[in-house]
């Protein structure tokens, strides 16, 4: 958990560092998600976007996987892959 929250951190440096609008979730560590970021649009009739970060670990993670009860009741609008170097401090955006 702690790899994907590192992740996440990576992500949320970026939307800051891009003055991207956003919400970062705030839901217990025992609680199921409904997104980690939800992007905000500057027009207000626009829907928001939610954003799910997946970490890979290791050189041989080449897809970002989720689960199928996730995508079909939880899904999300876009899907950011980070991969945390072996160092445990370099995070790549990888897309």
Not at 25 to 49: A, C, G, I, V
Not at 74 to 89: A, N, Q, V
């Amino acid at each position: 958990m702690l790899e994907g929250k590192l992740g996440e951190k990576a992500v949320k440096l970026f939307l800051q560092d891009n003055r991207v609008n956003f919400t970062e979730d705030s839901t217990n560590y025992d609680e199921r998600d409904e997104y980690d970021f939800l992007l905000h649009n500057s027009n207000t009739s626009e829907k928001e976007l939610k954003i799910d970060v997946k970490t890979r670990t290791k050189t041989f993670h080449t897809r970002t996987l989720e689960m199928c009860e996730q995508a079909e009741n939880h899904p999300k609008d876009i899907y950011i892959s980070t991969r945390l170097l072996e160092d445990g401090k370099t995070v790549i955006l990888l897309g």
